[in-house]
């Protein structure tokens, strides 16, 4: 007795369409799999493993505070200025390492890209995704630092999320974009370290967002993370209330971003498998 063959056709969601939910659900374990494997890759055989993830934004914390705090005498809003900067590396360093991670991840998983199927997008979002502990752990030494100094954290600190969610979706659009290049162009792999770097310097990250002038305040606003760092410190020290109009044009640029980098990231899909 014959069977009738079943075949089963596989195919990425449709160009224009951004992501499915339901797909990305379908495929959550997987992307817990990967988050986590990031996670372990990152710290294995590492003499102090997670140690790492505090001293990169600490270092540079000491740095800022002998340049900035002790020779320049930059204002830190009444704040003492290494509680001030370590606040503002957080998500930044948060946003940094997210970034990177993200714009290389389809060159770093190259082989199961060619071999299997699954939503490309899981890649990107695993990498940001595998930062969170990093943040997470050096959060308890700014909870250590702000008590050393008898800093407490009023109800705005209940406020963190909505500045920590666009810090993830700029490093996600951003992300996705530069992925989605550095298939085709490895040059990217040289371009993001500059980038991050150049970024840093012009977000108040060692500086406060006061010393701008009001006639820049739009163009600085175009910087999503302007108002990711100087929100965040607000929320944990109470420092002068973000402007309205940073954190909104912030915010529409981060939305931007991400649907960019979401569609481009859908057009350039069906290419990954041959070119990578």
Request: charged letters at 15%; a neutral charge.
């Amino acid at each position: 007795m014959e069977t009738e063959s079943q075949t089963i056709l596989i195919e990425p969601a449709r160009r224009l369409e951004l992501f499915s939910v339901a797909e990305i659900w379908r495929y959550r374990e997987l992307l817990y799999f990967l988050t986590w494997r990031d996670i372990k890759v990152r710290y294995k055989q590492t003499a102090i493993g997670a140690a790492w993830a505090v001293l990169q934004p600490f270092l540079t914390m000491v740095v800022f505070t002998v340049l900035f705090g002790n020779l320049i005498q930059v204002s830190s809003d009444g704040v003492p200025y290494p509680v001030f900067a370590f606040a503002a590396l957080l998500p930044w360093t948060f946003f940094a390492s997210a970034l990177n991670r993200a714009s290389n991840s389809l060159i770093y998983d190259a082989n199961l890209i060619s071999k299997i199927y699954f939503p490309r997008l899981l890649l990107p979002f695993a990498a940001a995704l595998s930062v969170a502990l990093d943040f997470a752990i050096a959060f308890v030494i700014l909870l250590a630092m702000m008590l050393f100094y008898g800093i407490v954290p009023g109800i705005a600190v209940l406020t963190l999320p909505l500045f920590l969610l666009p810090a993830l979706a700029t490093a996600l659009g951003c992300g996705l974009w530069l992925a989605a290049l550095n298939v085709k162009y490895r040059d990217i792999g040289y371009v993001v370290p500059f980038l991050t770097q150049f970024w840093l310097f012009i977000t108040p990250v060692a500086y406060s967002s006061a010393i701008i002038p009001e006639t820049w305040r739009t163009l600085y606003g175009l910087n999503p993370m302007s108002g990711v760092v100087e929100g965040f410190r607000w929320a944990l020290l109470g420092t002068a209330r973000v402007p309205a109009e940073l954190y909104f044009i912030s915010t529409a640029v981060v939305v931007a971003l991400l649907l960019g980098g979401l569609l481009y990231f859908r057009r350039m899909e069906d290419e990954f498998a041959d070119v990578v």
